[in-house]
């Protein structure tokens, strides 16, 4: 009776370790991923900027653009876990988990089922929100963004361009506000196939008034502009981040400027022209130091410079100087 008795203890201890054992090892499994959602569609901003879906301040995915798209996979809630349905005891099989993703039993979780999530490009939030179904498989949805630049006028002539697609171009204090207010007296703009400049004139009673002749109201997209300040001032600028754009060029002086947001290298060569040795020399004018700083274009040696003109910089405007009529198509 004593040596059976013993048995049973020993048995009924193993069965109490073993089960110890197995709810040891459930409680740290980890959960597979959820299905995949994914977003996609058409956008105004540059290559290679990040997507991501934003829930409650939570970045989910990883994604980015391209020629005017985007897309952005992300993953759903987990099944398996009790972060997807309080009840999974009484449901669907359930592996509990930590929602600390730096924990080792942490389970790869998305947005909840319902929920309302944006599309974030780059650090920008876009105009798209919508509402997450996690077994949806995604959705094609357009989006766009808004972005601010504030550029700094020194007293005197600045050589600037807009690094952002305006939603107006009208010449107006709502699309060039400046701090202090009021601090601009002339804007100018060169017209190469006249081959003079046309302005704009700031009254401090009218406002922006054009003269009967060679002036202008509006400015374009991609163009280059003498702004004249009364003093140290900066400038802010709101609209779309800017998308491939071309820019036709006529022989001779052309007053442009690099239309994104970001700067490039002149090395290798960032011109796509529809003909490739049109352009030969390059100047941008240094406010701060009174005078030009040029670059010379090599068909053999590319872009050079002695005196650190190696970019084309968001904000600037540039002196573009060509042999004969040719297009420039812009690409971020």
């Known amino acids: 009776m004593k040596k059976g008795t013993f048995r049973v203890s020993r048995w009924a201890a193993s069965l109490a370790i073993s089960s110890l054992l197995i709810i040891f090892i459930v409680s740290g499994l980890e959960a597979p991923p959820g299905l995949p959602v994914e977003y996609w569609g058409s956008t105004d901003a540059g290559d290679g900027l990040p997507v991501s879906v934003v829930e409650n301040g939570k970045a ?52 909840q ?15 798209a929100s919508v509402s997450f179904v996690e077994d949806s498989g995604g959705e094609e949805i357009p989006v766009s963004l808004t972005f601010k630049a504030v550029l700094s006028l ?23 506000a400046t701090n202090p207010a009021g601090c601009l007296k002339q804007v100018y703009r060169y017209n190469a196939s006249k081959g003079r400049y046309e302005v ?5 009673i009218d ?13 374009e997209a991609g163009g280059g502009y003498w702004f004249n300040a009364n003093d140290n001032c900066s400038l802010t600028l709101s609209g779309k981040e800017a998308a491939r754009f071309s820019l036709q060029m006529a022989s001779g002086f052309n007053l442009l400027g690099w239309l994104f947001h970001e700067s490039i290298s002149l ?47 968001p904000g600037r405007g540039y002196w573009l100087r060509v042999l004969n009529n040719c297009r420039w198509d812009q690409k971020s």
Request: glycine share 10%; with cysteine; net charge negative.
């Open 154 to 176: 020194l007293k005197g002539f600045n050589l600037i361009s807009f690094p952002v697609n305006l939603t107006d171009y009208l010449v107006d204090d709502g699309n060039i």
């Open 200 to 204: 704009a004139i700031r009254d401090e």
């Open 267 to 313: 090395t290798p060569n960032p011109f796509s022209l529809d003909d490739p040795n049109c352009l030969i020399n390059l100047y941008f004018y240094d406010a701060s130091a009174g005078r030009y700083r040029s670059a010379v274009f090599d068909e053999e040696f590319g872009w050079g410079s002695a005196e650190g003109l190696d970019s084309l910089e």
């Open 113 to 127: 089922n319902g929920s309302t999530v944006d599309i974030k490009v780059g650090d920008k939030k876009t105009n």
């Open 60 to 111: 989910y995915g990883n994604g980015s653009t391209k020629d005017g798209f985007f897309s952005v996979i992300i993953t759903s809630d987990n099944p398996l876990t009790f972060l997807d349905d309080p009840n999974c005891d009484n449901n669907n099989p359930c592996i509990p988990c930590s929602t600390d993703p730096s924990a080792g039993d942490y389970c790869l979780e998305g947005p």
């Open 207 to 219: 406002g922006w008034i054009t003269p009967p002749q060679d002036g202008f109201f509006r400015f």
